[in-house]
């Protein structure tokens, strides 16, 4: 059983991700531009070859209209990104074929103007003022 991530965010125009980036603004936070995904960390056991491609076939997960994957490398966020879960998240069910579970994560993604990720503190920042609630949710950097 392999972990592998798959990072799904829209690919029309993120009403959400808009009014967080205000927000950020308004606070404070240097950033230039915001993306929202959604990251699930998924136990597979078929092949990395056509892990996007049973994903994208899971209708629940991807719509093909409005969203765009990602496979990342990593099991961890990408520079200027945080990925906030529940602090008691549990493993979910998901239908991908040879898949069996996975942690489901919002990714939030900063950067700087231009294309360049935002620096750490940037992130921190926008975690502690906007993007987490400590209370209920969980950071990971």
Not at 6 to 31: C, F, H, Q, S, W
Not at 108 to 120: D, K, Q, T
């Amino acid at each position: 059983m392999k972990a592998r991530v798959a990072a799904i965010r829209l690919k029309i125009p993120d009403n959400e991700a808009y009014t967080a980036l205000t927000a950020l603004r308004r606070l404070g936070v240097e950033v230039g531009r915001l993306e929202r995904a959604e990251v699930w960390i998924l136990n597979d056991s078929g092949n990395a070859d056509d892990f996007g491609q049973r994903v994208e076939r899971n209708e629940s997960l991807f719509n093909p209209n409005k969203h765009e994957l990602d496979v990342l490398t990593e099991e961890h966020p990408r520079d200027g990104e945080v990925w906030i879960s529940e602090i008691d998240a549990h493993e979910h069910q998901v239908r991908v074929q040879q898949v069996n579970g996975g942690r489901r994560y919002v990714a939030w993604r900063l950067f700087a103007h231009g294309h360049v990720p935002a620096a750490e503190a940037a992130v921190r920042d926008a975690v502690e003022k906007l993007l987490c609630n400590p209370a209920i949710e969980k950071a990971l950097y």
